[in-house]
């Protein structure tokens, strides 16, 4: 029997969450007011702030305090300054800003899916949602526009992984690549590799767009269309899978990742890159909560388990998976072994 | 020089904050569908969830794993259990059932309020907001209706303080009453008082209402109208004020409290309850985030720390302010001293 002290309920975790809402509101309103680039640039009292951004020194003293407390800035007497994960990620001078980011996941589209009627996709087990639109959808070029920062990280520890093979990778695939963030990434790191990418036409433009800013353009090409059906060629030594099999259920994943199969060269490799919780479905925090973002934003998607990856890929052909960490990204990425 | 171990950037805050807006539309897809209700009845499985709240497995384990993420639920094996706070605090037959006190605050007023233009309330120092609205608008009808179990635990520690006071008060005015929570506690704890309500007429139709099921109706009566100039009467061996000074700035604070002032009986005494945080007003969390609250519904209300309250009182005529803790509610209690 164990003797646990036992605390007195409190209603303390009730009013945090469903006051919840308001700390995405101050998030949002400090990068539109750039508020973190002017605390980065030296501005560190409500009055400087205040002036920088242009805004009352009422407004800007309780955001600022507001962020203090989730954990955004620090405050050593009246002044301000940002955490170095702040001045990584929030600043729009920073290479590794997510603002683009921000303005997407906390758009109005997101926040409609969400808040305008939660019951009723817990009720359906999903939504027809964001995720799940018609072919082409301007929505996924957004999508690719402003979530290259939030998938960089994992793909630098992807491509970082990748260039350390023997041999390394020549013909590489790129399965809704989106801004093509990973085969970018590898295409710089392996300089003998070609990249393909297959996303919605519009979506490969803006991948395009990145492949050629960032100067592997030549060597770089692209399939346009549904990657269930469209013809991607053959003979690939690393097919990447990134973020993609999150959107549906296991017999889908199934049926493409058997195609994946069908399409590898001998000792060819395939990563899946993913939000994987552990098996109990709740930890790590931000893997385990990925899930709900599935359910409001589709049909039959999912945060998978390893095990469930597992099934798919022996379903599919392949013999088993094994998982890696990718620090300091929240993703992790499977590889699916011949 | 201090050698502390930093740790990398990470993106996480960022990311949990992006989405925090999915912790409240959880929360209230568990509340509208009696989720807790539920497991805090016997069902412990998703299959027996579901069956339960008439809703998807899907949907109802996506939301489980969720909200044991977020902290309300615990999860042994593949079943769920309420922690001790959410049976108390989310189950529709606790007492202290939070349920309409989660319908308004994250009700669609509130989450147009602080998430279609964040940026505009920062920028412009405040907003007219639901706080401050016309006289005798209906939202404080819903207020009052719903807020009361949020008020409960303070007004319950209020009242057993002013319980052990020498002498007791005999004439009690309770400023903004609203559900009547304050006025009601103390009227029940000290059967020699009489409590006179001051809020708006519709408002304080609530209150009586309140008043009559506490059984103490018969020594409760109403002043209706603004508290800035109602006459409320006179002689009062205790005022409270819970929640009413933060909707304002100081100036108008003074001008309440001088009125509040000359209304005391010889002896009689003031006390001021609210979310009062720290000096550094980054402390504790929820009292000083309320500051944000107040950015998002009125055009100068605030979280005013103990030396601002001292301050305001000071103006009013008193002498001095002391403050304590009313566990487990978030907020304090100020007695403000002639």
New interface residues.
Partial sequence: MSIEP?A??????????????????????AV??KLFDAIGAGSASVQAIAARV???????R??C??L?????LE?VGTEYRQ???T????NSSSP?S?LS??RF??GPEF?GL??DD??S??????TEGLANMTPEDPIWVTFARTMVP?TG?AAEATATQVAGWDPKPRKVLDIAAGGGTFGIAVAKKVPESTVTAVDWRDVLGVAQENAERAGVGSRYRTAAGDAFTVDWGSDFDLVLLPNILHHFDHPACVALLSKVRKSLALGGRTLVIEFVPNE????P??P??F??????TTQ?G?AFTLSEYTAMARDAGYRSATMAPL????ESVIELHL
Avoid at 68 to 72: N, P
Avoid at 327 to 330: D, L, T, Y
Wanted: hydrophobic share 50%.
């Fill in positions: 036992t007195p309920p409190t209603p303390q975790l009730f009013v945090d969450t469903a006051l919840s809402y308001q700390k995405t509101a101050a998030l949002k309103a539109e007011l242009g805004a009352a020194l009422r407004g800007v309780i955001l305090d507001f203090t407390v989730v954990g955004f405050k955490t170095p994960s001045a990584k990620f929030l590794a997510m980011t921000m996941l906390a926040l969400f808040l939660p019951t996709y817990v009720r359906n087990g999903g939030f990280t109990d479905r709740v930890s925090p931000i385990a909560m899930a709900f973002m599935m359910l409001g039959r999912d620090p300091p990204s929240p």
